[in-house]
């Protein structure tokens, strides 16, 4: 039953996590939208695959890389997210360049960059494995690693999705190791596509495995597909993104499938819209992700949604379900709020941040 799902996801985020509703002050940083892979749901990279969509090329420099970084200093960030297309001239070096750009224009700021293709790519060109790769990253700046490039961790799934990136196993094998060198992840998970419902939970499953074993992921965030400029939909291969009833499903099922292990599940503002993200809220989602200042990925595919929420904005979503909205860290601590001395594995993750 639908509600009674949902109810369920909600009461026990309750439980858990409290009303709080949270968020991080954040700027994108998409550096290259240029491309080798040729993934179907991707309306961002370019390539010979992609040339008939929307927007040209380019591939920021160092320089310009940092400059963003201390504007977003500037306008309070704690965060800056960096990913971007695997360029044909990028190797593990220029990883690592940019976080040392990054690091050298905001020595404080929190470096939550590469995918898991990404560090795999990178670890692969220097012939590095990858914890030795991960843990050159992490002496140089590197924070922590966004979850991106699941899309659904199943490859009967992926090979209609993305035939030539990384596998499920692969995927897993990057977080692994972030985890055990000391890196914390996020998780995620694309829906909507091409995927059924037994996709959704053999996803979830490898992750509750892996977080059962390494506790490295601070959180799970559902993103819906969006269709409008993808490949694949263009192509007439692929649904048009989930219904607003799936997606609500999710949250609540990822809610109640990864308790107690992922305390934290966001809801993409950017993906789900001001209405779709208020109705995540209460159907088991707790936090609303970055404010971005700049996001790209989804605007290339043909989102709506616009590319910031201030914190005002977020004081204003949370409020208008009766429920406080509370800046945090990307480690979910209140801003400002240190771990106390003796903390546990899990201490970076505070489960009530109010």
């Known amino acids: 039953d639908f509600r009674a799902v ?24 998409n ?39 201390a504007e977003a200093a500037e306008a309070g960030a704690t965060e800056v997210c960096l990913q971007g297309g695997i360029h044909p001239r990028y190797t593990g070096d220029t990883y690592l360049s940019i976080v040392a750009a990054v690091k050298a224009a905001v020595p404080d700021i929190h470096v939550h ?7 795999w790519h990178g670890a692969s060109t220097l012939n590095l494995e ?24 199943d490859d009967e799934v992926r090979e209609v999705l993305c035939p030539d990136k990384l596998k499920t196993e692969e995927w897993l094998a990057v977080m692994h190791a972030a985890h055990g060198v000391g890196l914390r992840t996020t998780a995620t998970i694309m829906f909507g ?13 490898r992750i509750r ?13 559902p993103l819906p597909f969006v269709h409008m400029e993808a490949p694949l939909w263009r192509k007439g291969r692929s649904r048009s993104g989930p219904t607003l009833r799936e997606a609500l499903l999710m949250h609540a099922v990822a809610r109640l499938a990864l308790h107690p292990l992922i305390p934290n599940i ?19 989602a707790n936090d609303l992700g970055g404010t971005l200042m700049n996001e790209s990925i989804t605007r290339a595919a043909g989102g709506v949604n616009g590319q910031l929420l201030d914190a005002t904005d977020m004081q204003t979503l949370a409020g208008g379900i009766g429920r406080p909205a509370v800046q945090r860290t990307t480690l979910y601590r209140r801003v400002g709020e240190h771990p106390g001395l003796g903390a546990g594995r899990h201490a970076d993750q505070a489960v009530r941040v109010a």
């Open 31 to 69: 550096y290259t939208n240029i491309c080798t892979y040729h993934c179907g749901f991707c309306a961002f990279s370019k390539g010979r695959s992609s040339r008939s969509l929307r927007g040209p090329g380019y591939d920021l420099d160092l320089e310009e890389i940092a400059r963003r970084t």
């Open 209 to 221: 495995a892996l977080q059962a074993e390494t506790g490295g992921f601070t959180e799970l965030v």
């Open 130 to 153: 990858l914890p030795e790769y991960l843990a050159r990253l992490k002496r140089t700046g590197l924070s922590t690693l966004p979850g991106t490039a699941a899309e659904i961790l």
């Open 113 to 119: 960059a590469f995918s898991p293709l990404e560090i």
């Open 266 to 284: 966001q809801t993409s503002w950017v993906k789900m819209g001001r209405e779709g993200a208020t109705l995540c809220l209460n159907a088991g």
């Open 193 to 205: 596509h091409v995927d059924q419902s037994r996709h959704w939970a053999r996803h979830l499953l």
């Open 6 to 29: 949902v109810a369920a996801a909600d009461r026990l985020r309750s439980d858990t996590v409290g009303d709080t509703v949270t968020y991080v002050v954040n700027r994108n940083i």
